[in-house]
């Protein structure tokens, strides 16, 4: 799905749908591109487990924190437009590696 806006949740909540909200709509001419991915598993499966395995990246908190804060769509949030490049914002993505560093002040 394609948005433009940052600060729209992408996905319905459990919550949100049993109190008849309805569910976010992406927008066909948007700037960025999401996936949502629908699953359905079994006992002892764990969705963190699948998109390790599916995305062969690390699934940590810490980990999937730091690409959200590099990402480009961030430069956007409240409804900015984008100011300066992408490092200054606070952290450092290496792609070889795929190891994360955050800077403490951001």
Request: hydrophobic share 35%.
């Amino acid at each position: 799905m394609y948005y433009t806006d940052p600060d729209v949740p992408l996905a319905q909540s459990d919550e949100d749908r049993l109190l008849g909200y309805d569910p976010p709509a992406g927008t066909p001419d948007g700037r960025f591109l999401a996936l949502q991915i629908r699953l359905t598993l079994g006992t002892a499966a764990y969705a963190t487990m699948a998109l390790r395995e599916v995305t062969k990246t690390e699934t940590s908190s810490h980990y999937q924190t730091g690409l959200t804060q590099v990402s480009e769509d961030q430069q956007y949030k409240n409804g900015a437009e984008a100011v300066g490049d992408s490092s200054s914002a606070g952290a450092m993505v290496d792609a070889d590696t795929d190891v994360i560093d955050v800077d403490d002040k951001a």
